[in-house]
């Protein structure tokens, strides 16, 4: 089972990237985290049963998402994370310092997309959990 995680400390932006990921049938129900500390504790609890597909922003308060990142690479579980960087950040360096984690699948400019949605279900480490209609 995949989930979907969403941390974002905007509170509209975790709105829209939750209704657009279930409109494009990515989850039935993201799990939202306005804060990145509160998404370390509920992954460190998490089963690894499942999969998790983060959607991470870059500039958040307390934590940032390199902190993050680097809290990650401590779990049990981070063989079945995921990250898509979704930052409003359109700064060359964190694009650069981004390909430095294995975790980052890809990054992407906010807003995300439903075309963002299509091409993720269609990468290999993500259809088995999207399976195609025959």
């Known amino acids: 089972m ?17 209704k657009l990921l279930q409109n494009c049938k990515v989850t039935k129900e ?9 998404a370390v504790e509920y992954l460190n609890s998490a ?3 499942h999969h998790y597909l983060l959607m991470l922003d870059i500039n958040m308060p307390i934590m940032n998402g390199w902190e993050f990142l680097d809290e990650i690479e401590k779990m049990s579980i981070k063989e079945n994370v995921y990250v898509l960087m979704v930052s409003s950040s359109i700064d ?8 430095k984690y294995n975790k980052i699948i890809n990054f ?13 279900k269609e990468l290999p480490i993500f259809k088995p959990f999207f399976p195609q209609p025959n």
């Open 30 to 38: 993201p799990i939202k985290f306005k804060r990145a500390f509160e």
């Open 92 to 99: 060359y360096n964190d694009k650069e310092k981004a390909k």
């Open 2 to 18: 995949l989930k979907v995680l969403i941390i974002d400390d905007d509170d509209i932006v975790r709105l829209v990237q939750g």
């Open 47 to 49: 089963s690894t049963e």
């Open 108 to 120: 992407i400019e906010k807003p995300i997309t439903a075309k963002n949605c299509e091409q993720l």
